[in-house]
Structures are given as C-alpha cells and as structure tokens.
T-cell receptor, first 115, second 112 residues
Framework: GAGVSQSPSNKVTEKGKDVELRCDPI?????LYWYRQSLGQGLEFLIY????????KSGLPSDRFSAERTGGSVSTLTIQRTQQEDSAVYLC?????????????FGSGTRLTIV | SQKIEQNSEALNIQEGKTATLTCNYT??????LQWYRQDPGRGPVFLLL?????KEKRKERLKVTFDTTLKQSLFHITASQPADSATYLC???????????FGRGTSLIVHP
C-alpha cells in the first residue's frame, strides 16, 4: 500500500481481556517495528522484525506482550490479560533496508484504552 | 544511563521567525540522528537525517546541525509558518543498530 496501515484506530477493552493490534507495512519494506507512546512520553521501543531473522524482542515490557509477522508482511501485536498501564498509542513503522538512511514510515497508530 | 533530552516546554514563535529546537544526549554515541514531525493523532513523519561525520544538513526551510563534541543536534525552521506547528522528535541510532531511540519531542507553536 501507499503507507503503513494500522487497525483498529481505536480500541477500548476491559481490564483482563486480550487484544490484537494489526499492522500492514509498506509493500517491500523488510523491517517492521512496534513502538508505544503514552501521553506526554516518548516512543518506547517494543519489537523489531527484519526479513526472516529472529525478531528483536528486547523492548517487550512483559510476557503478556507478543508479536508475530506472517509472510514477511502483516504483523500482529497481542497483549494478553490487559492492564490499565497498557493504555497507550501503539505505533507501527516500516522501512526499507537500511532505515537509518531513509527514515522510518509510521502508521497513525492504535489508541488502546483499558477500562 | 543513556538519555535523550528535548525541551518539554512548548516553543512559541511568531510567523516568519526562525524556530530552533534542541536535542541533547548523554552516554550515547549515535552514528545517525534523525528528525521527525508528529501531528496530533498521527504517527511521526521523517524529515531529515544527519550522520555523525556531517556538521550540517539542509532541506528547503529546514536545517539540522550535529555536534558530537557537545552531544547536541539543533533543528531550525526558517521563515516559520503556522502550518509548521507540530511536535518535533529527534531519534538516535548507534552504528550497527537498526533500532532508533526517540526523544520525547518538543511542541512548536507558530503564531500568525
């Protein structure tokens, strides 16, 4: 597609429920990132996928968080047993290789609210 | 610990003036430094990249400087316009890393 697409754009869910967030990167981009942004905070790195390599999961805050990337394209971030502190905007970004030269293209994010 | 600092206070300037935003870092040796613009409800948009061996980079009304001795990057918008009002974030990447670390951003408000 023309840009990075994320769905849903907004999600309200009850504490303790599981949620799935989806990211459709730009076609042909081999690198995909998930970040989250809390109100007034910077972007917090969560996970990085590069091609067929094992993902870098070093930013995942707990084992309730997981992500997968199927066929080198679409990615799903799953949060199990959601907590109120999980409320944030979850941003996905993709890049051609190497992203540090050409920048990272972000989606508009999923605003997750845990009630 | 590694730290990236951007002014948390909003920068208010008058249309036509030059806006200057600062990105300071400590305990970090970035090989690349990027600047992004973020509008409310949107993801960041890439603006400019500068490498550690470059002192200055320009793109239209934008200028970025990178001083590895001061551990600081300055981002300038000349002839600012109300449409430039947004939050501007810097992102640092060490050499060999593909994971950018972002600052919290500075809000710029350009008054007509």
């Amino acid at each position: 597609g023309a840009g990075v697409s994320q769905s849903p754009s907004n999600k309200v869910t009850e504490k303790g429920k599981d949620v799935e967030l989806r990211c459709d990167p730009i076609s042909g981009h081999t690198a995909l990132y998930w970040y989250r942004q809390s109100l007034g905070q910077g972007l917090e790195f969560l996970i990085y996928f590069q091609g067929n390599s094992a993902p870098d999961k070093s930013g995942l805050p707990s084992d309730r968080f997981s992500a997968e990337r199927t066929g080198g394209s679409v990615s799903t971030l799953t949060i199990q047993r959601t907590q109120q502190e999980d409320s944030a905007v979850y941003l996905c970004a993709s890049s051609s290789d190497p992203g540090q030269f050409y920048g990272y293209t972000f989606g508009s994010g999923t605003r997750l609210t845990i009630v | 610990s590694q730290k990236i600092e951007q002014n948390s206070e909003a920068l208010n300037i008058q249309e036509g003036k030059t806006a200057t935003l600062t990105c300071n870092y400590t305990n970090y040796s970035p090989a690349y430094l990027q600047w992004y613009r973020q509008d409310p409800g949107r993801g960041p948009v890439f603006l400019l990249l500068i490498r550690e061996n470059e002192k200055e980079k320009r793109k239209e009304r934008l200028k970025v400087t990178f001083d590895t001795t001061l551990k600081q990057s300055l981002f300038h918008i000349t002839a600012s316009q109300p449409a430039d009002s947004a939050t501007y974030l810097c992102a640092l990447l060490p050499g060999g890393s593909y994971i950018p670390t972002f600052g919290r951003g500075t809000s710029l408000i350009v008054h007509p």
